[in-house]
């Protein structure tokens, strides 16, 4: 299995449980490990061929945006299912971190494998 990965994605997004938490947007870091074969991609140099790490990025960008979740595991679960169903991935490990939402911690958040690597 290869792993086509996208590192540091910020976007900003309505999260949290608190009614302060539901008026504004807090910036949110996704971190994806995803599964494909980059064996055809490689061979015609072709973007047709290959997991578009940038269509992916934009599409989770909007949908994040777009989002309003209380919590950080509803929306890791959700952005795991646009990968794996939009784009034809069968495994991806995410990684959200809700950055500054712990005073004194850099981020908290979840880490979630979804679908079979191979």
């Known amino acids: ?29 996704l971190d994806l490990e995803m599964s494909a074969d980059v064996a055809k991609a490689a061979a015609g140099d072709r973007i047709e061929d290959a997991l578009d790490y940038k269509a992916v990025s934009q599409r989770l960008k909007q949908f994040v945006g ?3 979740s209380e919590l950080v595991e509803t929306l ?13 991935v069968r495994w991806v490990r995410l990684r959200l971190d809700k950055i500054g939402a712990i ?12 679908g079979e690597p191979g």
Request: charged share 30%; with cysteine.
């Open 1 to 29: 299995m290869d792993i086509v990965f996208l590192r540091g994605l910020r976007i900003e997004t309505v999260i949290g449980i608190y009614d302060w938490e539901k008026e504004i947007k807090q910036p949110v870091v």
């Open 66 to 68: 777009a989002s309003r």
């Open 76 to 88: 890791a679960e959700r952005c795991a299912e646009v990968v794996r169903n939009e784009f034809g």
């Open 103 to 114: 005073s004194g911690a850099e981020g908290v958040g979840v880490v979630i494998e979804r």
